[in-house]
């Protein structure tokens, strides 16, 4: 089985140790020889400086930087502003989104969709960047129907969007029907699997709920048996998330996007069952 492209998903530390740690991550995971690393965006613009910190700081570096840019509560002042930044800077890579949704009180700017947002970034810099957006193979949790959010997917492809990083998932099946039901609209784009290794079983069932990705009920009951045992966790998260690359590359997909949660090790060992390091 041949080797595949992979991407690395970073977010901006708070504090100064934790990008100290976030450093050592990175130079432990550019030995893997990984295509870019995207760095994550707080919606609403709290953490666009943070954003933009670590994306210069990886370009600076010599390696390719993707930040992600969220549309949700913000002006297209602002937006083309970050553009020209970018652009000025010599990155070449974003990933689009529309952001959650503010609360009730917050302002919801100038773009409702990610959809607006790729439309935009392709009138004001036309090919410049190299643009991702996100699908979700098990349907996004506010979509009005599974068909809507394929058809909306499919209006951020035809906005401009180059390739598509998923939200986790664990079922590979939904990820295959996901990627036949573009194919069979007439999109051919690449929707690469975002993979979510698993660490801690807490954490992950609290995200999961909020961001509508299934855990199976075999894998909770068996992470839920382990209790406190993080060594247990991990060692049977390793399996399954490896055992889920591999058929997720004996079935055609293009790469893989590790949310690293900022930690080196998780996407390490991955890379290594799987043969992936460069
Ligand atoms: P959209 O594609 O705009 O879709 C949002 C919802 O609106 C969907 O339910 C869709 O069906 C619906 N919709 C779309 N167009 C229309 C329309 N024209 N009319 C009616 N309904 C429509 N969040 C962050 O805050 N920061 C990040 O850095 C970040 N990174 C992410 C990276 C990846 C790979 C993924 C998968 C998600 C990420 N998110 C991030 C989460 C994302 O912002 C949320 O899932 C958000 O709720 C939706 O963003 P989107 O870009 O998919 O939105």
Same mark, same amino acid.
């Given at each position: 089985?041949?080797?595949?492209?992979?991407?690395?998903?970073?977010?901006?530390?708070?504090?100064?140790?934790?990008?100290?740690?976030?450093?050592?991550?990175?130079?432990?995971?550019?030995?893997?020889?990984?295509?870019?690393?995207?760095?994550?965006?707080?919606?609403?613009?709290?953490?666009?400086?943070?954003?933009?910190?670590?994306?210069?700081?990886?370009?600076?570096?010599?390696?390719?930087?993707?930040?992600?840019?969220?549309?949700?509560?913000?002006?297209?002042?602002?937006?083309?502003?970050?553009?020209?930044?970018?652009?000025?800077?010599?990155?070449?890579?974003?990933?689009?989104l529309r952001g959650d949704l503010p609360s009730p009180y917050?302002?919801?700017?100038?773009?409702?969709?990610?959809?607006?947002?790729?439309?935009?970034?392709?009138?004001?810099?036309?090919?410049?960047?190299?643009?991702?957006?996100?699908?979700?193979?098990?349907?996004?949790?506010?979509?009005?129907?599974?068909?809507?959010?394929?058809?909306?997917?499919?209006?951020?492809?035809?906005?401009?969007?180059?390739?598509?990083?998923?939200?986790?998932?664990?079922?590979?099946?939904?990820? $295959? %029907? /996901?990627?036949?039901?573009? &194919?069979? *609209?007439? +999109?051919?784009?690449?929707?690469?699997?975002?993979?979510m290794p698993i660490t801690n079983y807490s954490s992950l069932?609290?995200?999961?709920?909020?961001?509508?990705?299934?855990?199976?009920?075999?894998?909770?009951?068996?992470?839920?048996?382990?209790?406190?045992?993080?060594?247990?966790?991990?060692?049977?998260?390793?399996?399954?998330?490896?055992?889920?690359?591999?058929?997720?590359?004996?079935?055609?997909?293009?790469? $893989? %996007? /590790?949310?690293?949660?900022? &930690?080196? *090790?998780? +996407?390490?060992?991955?890379?290594?069952?799987?043969?992936?390091?460069?």
């Amino acid at each position: 089985m041949g080797s595949l492209p992979f991407s690395i998903e970073f977010f901006p530390p708070k504090t100064p140790e934790a990008l100290a740690r976030l450093r050592e991550t990175r130079e432990r995971l550019v030995r893997l020889s990984p295509r870019y690393f995207s760095v994550t965006l707080g919606a609403g613009g709290s953490a666009r400086d943070g954003t933009l910190d670590v994306a210069v700081e990886i370009h600076k570096k010599g390696y390719e930087a993707a930040p992600h840019l969220t549309c949700i509560g913000t002006s297209r002042e602002s937006i083309r502003d970050r553009l020209r930044e970018y652009q000025s800077l010599g990155i070449r890579h974003l990933v689009a989104l529309r952001g959650d949704l503010p609360s009730p009180y917050g302002e919801l700017g100038d773009f409702r969709y990610a959809s607006e947002l790729v439309a935009f970034v392709r009138a004001e810099t036309g090919d410049w960047f190299h643009v991702d957006v996100a699908a979700y193979p098990e349907v996004h949790p506010q979509a009005t129907s599974p068909q809507d959010d394929l058809k909306y997917f499919i209006n951020k492809v035809k906005a401009g969007a180059d390739t598509a990083i998923t939200q986790y998932f664990y079922n590979p099946d939904a990820y $295959f %029907h /996901f990627v036949d039901a573009v &194919q069979r *609209a007439g +999109v051919f784009i690449p929707i690469v699997p975002g993979i979510m290794p698993i660490t801690n079983y807490s954490s992950l069932v609290r995200f999961s709920d909020t961001c509508g990705a299934d855990i199976p009920r075999w894998i909770r009951l068996r992470l839920d048996s382990y209790g406190d045992d993080t060594v247990s966790i991990k060692a049977f998260g390793l399996e399954v998330v490896t055992a889920l690359c591999e058929r997720l590359r004996e079935g055609g997909a293009p790469g $893989f %996007h /590790f949310y690293s949660l900022n &930690q080196a *090790a998780m +996407v390490e060992a991955l890379c290594a069952n799987l043969r992936l390091a460069g």
